[in-house]
């Protein structure tokens, strides 16, 4: 059977993207190289439907080493000036992100 990239099918993906992102929150604590492996799904099943991980989620790994980042466990975040800084605790990288402001004048 050859996979056909249709729009159901994508619907599907997308579903199954955010129900992994939300086992590997379930079972981070009990297993943590099994939620580590579900980041690693998650993000073949948008490779190959061409997806966009959820921006709820995209705060939820890693995007050095894939890992899944939970907050108090592996991952260390900071707040600069400039925006948030998440260290990974796994591989020692940062991420930046910055803040948007809403400026009233
Ligand atoms: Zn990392």
């Not at 050859?2 to 939300?22: C, D, S, V, Y």
């Not at 899944?68 to 991420?95: A, S």
């Amino acid at each position: 059977m050859r996979r056909k990239n249709t729009p159901g099918a994508r619907n599907l993906a997308k579903e199954r993207l955010k129900e992994l992102f939300i086992q590997a929150s379930e079972i981070y604590t009990e297993n943590e190289q099994a939620a580590h492996k579900h980041v690693g799904v998650a993000r073949r099943l948008a490779m190959r439907f061409n997806l966009r991980i959820p921006k709820e989620f995209k705060r939820a790994f890693c995007k050095h080493c894939y890992h899944y980042l939970k907050q108090g466990k592996n991952v260390r975040v900071r707040r600069t000036e400039k925006g948030i800084v998440y260290t990974c605790l796994d591989c020692n990288k940062h991420m930046r992100y910055t803040i948007k402001i809403t400026s009233k004048d």
